[in-house]
């Protein structure tokens, strides 16, 4: 199976950036959407952004012009750049890709997290 692993989360400012990385391992045919989701503190979980194979993007709205997803596909890797971080950023934010096994089904593999905190 397919295993995420988030990391570059930490505690910033307001106004600041952080840059997140997700690295996808395992035996898969191939992997489709990826994107991020986050959760923060007595909310639900949401997405935030997303990025399909061939490039596609889409962002919620409380983040576009501030957040940009990219991906690697030699390395299988996703990336979510934040800049100008507001404290409602606060979040653990939450990997996830659409993958296609060897068997040509689709199942979703999920990260098991990294926290975001903005703070002054």
């Known amino acids: 199976q397919v295993q995420l692993v988030e990391s570059g989360g930490g505690l910033v400012q307001p106004g600041g950036s952080l840059r997140l990385s997700c690295a996808a391992s395992?035996?898969?045919?191939?992997?489709?959407?990826m994107g991020w989701y986050r959760q923060g503190p007595g909310k639900q979980r949401e997405l935030v952004a997303a990025?399909?194979?061939?490039?596609?993007?889409n962002y919620a709205d409380s983040v576009k012009g501030r957040f940009t997803i990219s991906r690697n596909n030699a390395k299988s890797t996703v990336y979510l750049q934040m800049n100008i971080l507001e404290p409602e950023d606060t979040a653990v934010y939450y990997c996830?890709?659409?993958?296609?096994?060897?068997?040509?089904?689709?199942?979703?593999?999920w990260g098991r997290g990294t926290q975001v905190t903005v703070s002054s």
């Open positions: 996830n890709a659409d993958v296609l096994t060897l068997k040509r089904d689709i199942v979703e593999s």
């Open positions: 395992g035996i898969a045919f191939s992997i489709r959407t």
């Open positions: 990025i399909t194979d061939g490039g596609i993007t």
